[in-house]
């Protein structure tokens, strides 16, 4: 699986984002998905993560409520709606595949798309 992320940008707090991770091959149903980010001088941390068929999903404590997780299978793109962004979460933010639980170890990974929130 091929991975490639988009949607990132500029924004002022309390704006909105939605970030795009389309991928190739024609198992994408099969993998769970993730987002993770990385802000500068830290380490990258998980963000929020989907299930292969979209019916579980999961976040990280500082972006639930305002993040939401979805995917598409026919398009084989998994996104990222980010609401009420606010400066913390200035980060390059990756996608990324594994077959059954998502973590830093996943074997396949975007390329990242840098968000940034100006205060």
């Known amino acids: 699986v091929q991975l490639q992320a988009s949607g990132g940008g500029l924004v002022q707090a309390g704006g909105s984002l939605r970030l795009s991770c389309a991928a190739s091959?024609?198992?994408?149903?099969?993998?769970?998905l993730a987002w993770f980010r990385q802000a500068p001088g830290k380490e990258r941390e998980f963000v929020a993560s989907i299930n292969w068929s979209g019916g579980s999903t999961y976040y990280t404590d500082s972006v639930e409520g305002r993040f939401t997780i979805s995917r598409d299978n026919r398009k084989n793109t998994v996104y990222l709606q980010m609401n009420s962004l606010k400066p913390e979460d200035t980060a390059v933010y990756y996608c990324?595949?594994?077959?059954?639980?998502?973590?830093?170890?996943?074997?396949?990974w975007g390329q990242g798309t840098q968000v940034t929130v100006s205060s």
């Open positions: 990324a595949a594994d077959y059954l639980v998502v973590t830093t170890n996943a074997p396949y």
């Open positions: 091959g024609r198992t994408f149903s099969s993998y769970g």
